[in-house]
């Protein structure tokens, strides 16, 4: 027998079956673009042949979850192989290439306050780019400021009595951010709960606030202009945003996901190699048959990383959980366009929301305001956000100034977040199986930060799991 000693606990290793595929070298390609004059780059994985000794853990997809599992697994010295259906590592947090613009794959911005992350990630690395701390509100023909009283305190003075909310509102406002931020995370997260919008309305919020600034701007966040997601993880993001920055990282969002990839074993990671099937409880090892046929194995467990459809439709028979009602995935509709800068409202980097409760778009910004290396030198991007379809923004800019866009792509992603309407229960087990283990933001709260915890839960449970007792040492 072989003992694995960690930090944290020793795991028992009983002549593993080992996978039979070779290990694949993930070193960097890297993909250099033109940014006003200058040379950034992009890290992603290539492949190439490479021996090293056998893992004993298996984690099946390379979103941030899986990543966080894996870097877990890494900490704690135990060999594992990260298997990824795609040609990349980040899952649904990736960045394309398109004309020399980055288009990250839907609405994406990262909170500097979230708590996992900063535990994971090098934040100078990232070249993090900083929004503006408040929003444009489309209302009535024209743009009115909201604006962090804590960070934009004249802007906020300028905004009391605007038509976004009344003054009492703004006052609410600056209340519940006291709330929040007073709250630890374990207490916002097991809270009792209801919706968003009957937490608002019991707050006193009026109805002209809810439906002209809480509703596109969290609605963005949920994907949920209906606000029936949990208070907590309103409370949750609320918080987050209280305490830090909406940003954009200098070379795309998935340079996070990428981040935490280039700090795990050269051979680790196999990419294109979607899982087919899982077989477990009535043998031992754990199975996995790959889509091309091949068999992989793993004596101390499997961790499913993949999104919840795919991890249903994977554990579907097999696990003892019992069956619960699935709620429908949220989903959104990302459209990015070209311009001139002289096409832009502004040079400001500002979140724009639709607040008139007419037409289909929630929400737009420049990318390129916020951090100019998402387009080339001279060259502008905007990103618009849909329930439906673009024609409502001649209204908001004027058609000389939209009919000016060219566009670039349209991403429809289908599951852009889980479901978290209560009840929801945001710190479940990761158990699913002996040896089997399921991680993602709908195990917790779906947030980057959730993801990245509950990839973290996992691994420590498996370690739990397999923890030899002293006196068997």
Request: include cysteine.
């Amino acid at each position: 027998m072989t003992v694995l000693s960690s930090s944290s606990a020793s795991l028992y290793f009983s002549n593993p079956t080992l996978p039979t595929s070779t290990h694949l070298h993930s070193q960097r390609r890297r993909l250099y673009l033109s940014s006003r004059g200058t040379q950034t780059t992009i890290d992603t994985p290539s492949l190439k042949p490479s021996l090293r000794s056998k893992p004993q853990v298996i984690v099946v997809g390379a979103g941030l979850a899986g990543l966080a599992a894996a870097t877990k697994l890494n900490s704690e010295n135990i060999p594992f192989l990260l298997v990824e259906a795609s040609d990349s590592v980040g899952g649904r947090v990736r960045t394309d290439v398109v004309d020399s613009f980055l288009l990250d794959r839907g609405f994406q911005i990262f909170i500097t306050a979230y708590p996992e992350a900063r535990k994971l990630l090098d934040y100078q690395s990232l070249n993090l780019q900083k929004f503006y701390s408040g929003a444009r509100v489309y209302f009535d023909g024209e743009f009115h400021n909201v604006a962090d009283p804590w960070r934009h305190f004249s802007d906020s003075i300028g905004a009391l009595t605007n038509p976004i909310g009344t003054i009492l509102d703004k006052l609410l406002i600056a209340l519940t951010r006291l709330r929040a931020s007073s709250l630890s995370d374990e207490e916002i997260l097991s809270s009792n709960e209801v919706s968003t919008i009957e937490l608002l309305r019991k707050t006193g919020f009026s109805n002209s606030i809810i439906d002209r600034f809480y509703r596109p701007f969290f609605g963005g966040i949920f994907f949920d202009r209906e606000l029936e997601t949990t208070s907590r993880l309103f409370d949750f993001i609320f918080k987050c945003l209280a305490l830090g920055d909406n940003t954009l990282p200098a070379n795309g969002i998935a340079s996070i996901p990428n981040q935490l990839a280039a700090k795990l074993p050269p051979d680790s990671i196999k990419l294109n190699s979607k899982v087919a099937s899982i077989d477990f409880g009535t043998s031992n090892p754990v199975t996995l048959t790959l889509k091309n046929g091949e068999i992989l194995s793993s004596q101390n467990g499997v961790i499913l990383a993949v999104e919840e459809p795919e991890a249903q439709k994977l554990l579907a028979g097999k696990s003892a959980d019992k069956p619960v009602q699935k709620k429908p995935a949220r989903s959104t509709v990302c459209l990015y366009f070209s311009t001139d800068p002289s096409g832009l409202p502004d040079p400001d980097p500002v979140l724009y929301l639709n607040g008139s409760g007419k037409g289909i778009v929630n929400n737009m910004f420049c990318p390129t305001n916020v951090a100019p290396s998402y387009g080339p030198p001279g060259k502008a991007l905007v990103s618009v956000s849909l329930i439906g379809s673009f024609n409502d923004l001649s209204g908001w800019f004027g058609e000389s100034k939209v009919g000016s866009w060219s566009h670039l792509r349209t991403y429809r992603v289908r599951f852009a977040q889980p479901n978290q309407s209560p009840p929801t229960g945001l710190m479940k087990g990761p158990r699913v199986g002996p040896q089997v283990y399921v991680c993602g933001d709908y195990q917790n709260w779906a947030t980057f930060d959730g993801a990245l915890v509950s990839g973290r839960r996992a691994v420590e449970a498996l370690l739990e799991d397999n923890r030899v007792p002293a006196r068997l040492l």
